[in-house]
């Protein structure tokens, strides 16, 4: 319990002392109510203090003018009827402020959940400089420079391991329990705990631009941007809070008027009463605090999980998917490629191997890793030249001064060389050496152990259909499609022709289903923005993901997926939950109060029960665990 609600507390507290005191003691007249109003000003005195504020500032209409206006109401009819009853309009105020009281709490621990989930930002850095340490702010650390991550620490900043083997806790980040081993030559990221060796880092991003700052500025800015029902209840609070006080001041003042008119008496105190209480009823505090916590402990729960959501316009939007688009590599399947044969070599198969690897050699896509590894020799940049790559087709260099080409039949095609088609399933990288067709080499993926289960998921979580895009040849596409049971594949696409297809899937989609894509991220940045949601997969370390997507899963598990639209569906359950009960209740409790039949006591169970109920029923968003 913080300062402010400790502070609170003590005031509730204080309120209820001098309430029983002044039930039992002899006190009447003046002094009674110097008394009850002192009470009053304990419990109330911060709640007419906005209202006054808001009035100044032209914001009348909000729930602390509502407040204000009903307590001073009461207070003033227990005056003029000389009842001495003032324990109506301090019960209100004080049942006003517990459900403050326990809407702070409830907020508070969201934010606790999620500020313990992101404790990630690390307080600083061991600096390697002439074979010494030194303990610096990571945001003085350069790109290039070495440091070294004892046992027990958190690597403050991107980079790749020069020296030492460990274990690496990786729960922050991703939700998985599980450490992931790293060596010499792997890249580690920022946020990450090292368990067990000392590592030796070289930086490779600034600290503003490594994955912990950008993680925690994406959930620290996912609360500006609103959902279509957060919009909703804003809008509605707005047309809402006036339409009811006029409504209170008509009670007040009409049924007494026509009285007079028919000669059946005013009634001034019976009706104001009912205005009063009326106003109290009105408040509509459950739906403006309720929705905004829903969303908030909904995106909380998320990132627990290792799913983070920009917002609650896409946790919105993620609830609404019938049909989720994938991308193959690296998303359905683990990316990690091998050279399985090399077929109508008409040279030395280590040869051909070697002109594949050093053309190949600029590039990062993991078809050239591939090539690079099974190759094994050492790549001399020096022997390339004239490297030009064509999307889509390949690649041609120079290797020795003498012309390679390699890539898939497009390319061939392109040049004019004829070529030899092959049967064997995979990718297939055709060669071009010095004008002439030298053979093909055969690359396999492999498909990831949960991909043919997070279809299953995504199917039982109601999602209507899935589809698969890729580069890859009709056949590898199809393999993979059947495997998975994918619902629709398309095949041999360039970049631009998958954008063309999500056009295409988006056209002709039912009206109150949206589409997500799944892609890795980085080379599907254009796909990804043009879906109605864009799923950002395996993409830990990469800003292209975190910048073009809307929800970014922190590892590469596919089963993550379901998981996702699982957690956004009980959110949005809950916060539609919460505006039915508040709405139906509200509105008949008004009824009830317009004729009579609801008191005041009555009227703060309309109000503050009524949000005390939705806050709590909010703070369910945030249990994901076992969806």
């Not at 900043?157 to 939700?175: K, P, Q, Y």
């Not at 050279?339 to 078809?367: F, Q, R, T």
């Not at 002709?508 to 879906?531: E, Y």
Request: charge should be neutral; charged fraction near 20%; hydrophobic fraction near 45%.
């Amino acid at each position: 319990m913080n300062k402010k609600q400790r502070k609170m507390l003590i005031r509730i507290l204080t309120t209820v002392v001098v309430l029983v005191v002044l039930a039992v003691a002899p006190v009447t007249g003046i002094l009674q109510f110097v008394l009850y109003l002192l009470a009053y000003l304990v419990i109330g005195y911060d709640i007419l203090g906005k209202a006054g504020r808001g009035i100044l500032n032209r914001r009348v209409f909000d729930e602390n003018f509502l407040m204000a206006v009903a307590t001073l109401g009461a207070f003033a009819l227990a005056i003029y009827n000389r009842s001495g009853d003032y324990v109506e309009a301090i019960a209100v105020m004080w049942f006003y402020q517990v459900g403050e009281l326990f809407q702070s709490y409830a907020v508070g621990k969201s934010r606790r959940n999620i500020s313990a989930l992101m404790d990630i930002r690390p307080d600083y850095a061991n600096l390697e400089c002439e074979g010494r340490l030194t303990k610096v702010d990571p945001e003085e650390v350069e790109i290039g420079s070495v440091i070294v991550v004892q046992p027990g620490e958190k690597v403050p900043i991107d980079g790749v391991i020069l020296e030492g083997v460990s274990s690496m806790n990786t729960s922050a980040l991703t939700g998985e329990s599980l450490p992931r081993d790293v060596k010499e030559g792997d890249e580690v990221i920022s946020g990450c705990i090292n368990m067990t060796g000392v590592l030796r880092i070289r930086t490779r991003k600034e600290f503003g631009e490594s994955t912990v700052s950008k993680i925690l500025e994406l959930v620290e800015n996912s609360s500006s941007r609103k959902s279509r029902s957060e919009d909703f209840i804003a809008k509605f609070a707005r047309v809402y809070t006036p339409a009811v006080c006029y409504g209170a001041l008509a009670l007040a003042f009409v049924p007494p008027v026509v009285g007079l008119l028919l000669g059946t008496g005013a009634q001034w105190g019976t009706w104001v009463y009912r205005a009063l209480t009326f106003l109290v009823i009105s408040c509509p505090c459950a739906l403006v605090i309720s929705i905004p916590l829903s969303f908030f402990a909904g995106i909380g729960g998320a990132s627990r999980e290792g799913v983070l959501i920009k917002g609650s316009n896409y946790m919105e939007t993620l609830s609404q998917v019938g049909c989720v688009v994938f991308d193959k590599t690296g998303t359905l399947t683990q990316g990690v490629f091998e050279v399985s044969g090399v077929h109508h070599n008409i040279m030395e198969e280590a040869k051909l191997l070697e002109y594949a690897a050093l053309a190949e050699c600029a590039s990062s896509h993991p078809i050239s890793k591939s090539l690079q590894k099974a190759y094994g020799g050492e790549i001399d940049r020096s022997r390339v030249t004239m490297i030009e790559e064509i999307s889509g087709h390949g690649i041609l260099a120079k290797v020795d001064g003498i012309p390679v080409a390699a890539g898939n039949t497009r390319l061939m095609e392109k040049l004019g060389i004829p070529f030899r088609e092959c049967h064997t399933t995979g990718t297939i990288i055709h060669m071009a050496v010095d004008g002439t067709y030298a053979g093909h080499i055969v690359i396999s993926d492999i498909i990831k152990p949960g991909s043919r289960d997070a279809i299953s998921e995504l199917k039982k979580a109601g999602v209507k259909k899935t589809v698969m895009l890729t580069g890859d040849t009709k056949k590898v596409a199809a393999q993979v499609a059947s495997e998975l049971d994918v619902d629709q594949v398309y095949s041999d696409l360039l970049p631009a022709d998958k954008v063309s297809k999500v056009e295409e899937l988006l056209a002709v989609q039912q009206k109150r289903q949206k589409l997500a894509f799944v892609g890795d991220g980085i080379n599907d940045a254009p796909v990804l923005t043009r879906a109605d949601i864009g799923i950002a997969m395996g993409a830990m370390g990469s800003d292209a993901a975190i910048e073009a997507a809307d929800v970014v899963l922190m590892d590469d598990d596919p089963m993550q997926i379901a998981k996702a639209i699982r957690i956004s569906r009980k959110c949005i359950r809950i916060v539609y939950q919460n505006i039915v009960f508040a709405l139906v209740i509200k509105f008949g409790c008004l009824g009830l109060g317009a004729i009579g039949i609801a008191n005041m006591w009555f009227a703060i169970f309309a109000d503050v029960g009524v949000m005390i109920i939705a806050v709590l029923n909010a703070i369910r968003a945030l249990r994901v665990h076992r969806l």
